[in-house]
């Protein structure tokens, strides 16, 4: 019995887009560009520069495109590049504060988000000041451990659990506000 790979038709589509067929190129721009522009969307608010790094993003991924060895996941691989894009402009832009003050964090002000819609929790992910949100995507999104936060951003573990645990607080402060605001609390 023969066993035919389970990516096979993603595999040609690569290699053919290695070869500079446009059309591939096209096909797989087409098939992850929605999900990486939420990506860089995640890291930048203004929904223009967004699309601008997915741009870039995507001309990285197709000239970087042979370095893909198969191994994992295409679109993780994708992500990946989208991710490093989009902190490559903000350290440019200047726009990571990360400090290594210590913070205490305090967990009485939970609140439950049963009924706060997608687009509120990106608002107030959209607010949060870029050194924290970078950390918070980083941790609370990408999966990544704060070693990894640390030596990506270049910044110690103490910092990423610092700007993280600072996250966390100025997200639950501003979700009290805002449902107080909201629903008149």
């Known amino acids: 019995m023969k066993i035919i790979p389970l990516h096979n ?9 290695i070869a500079n067929n ?11 560009s929605p999900k990486m522009l939420g990506v860089c969307r ?13 741009l870039t993003g995507f001309l990285k991924v197709f000239t970087k495109l042979d370095s893909f060895k198969h191994q994992g996941s295409f679109e993780g691989w994708v992500r990946r590049i989208m991710v490093n894009t989009c902190i490559s402009y903000l350290r440019k832009k200047n726009k990571l504060q990360l400090t290594d003050e210590d913070f205490v964090f305090n967990n009485n002000a939970t609140e439950s988000l049963e009924n706060t819609s997608v687009e509120d929790i990106q ?19 990408e999966g990544f451990k704060h070693s990894g936060i640390a030596k990506e951003l270049g910044i110690t573990v103490g910092t990423s659990k610092s700007q993280l645990s600072k996250a966390r ?17």
Do not use: C
């Open 9 to 17: 038709a993603q595999q040609k589509l690569i290699k053919s887009a």
């Open 169 to 185: 607080k100025w997200l639950q402060e501003n979700y009290v506000k805002m449902n107080t605001v909201s629903y008149g609390k």
């Open 123 to 141: 608002k107030l992910i959209d607010l949060l000041p870029d050194g924290y949100k970078m950390v918070f995507n980083l941790y609370a999104i």
């Open 22 to 32: 446009r059309e591939a190129q096209e096909q797989l721009f087409e098939q992850f």
């Open 42 to 54: 995640q890291y930048v608010k203004d929904m223009h520069h967004a699309e601008e790094l997915m």
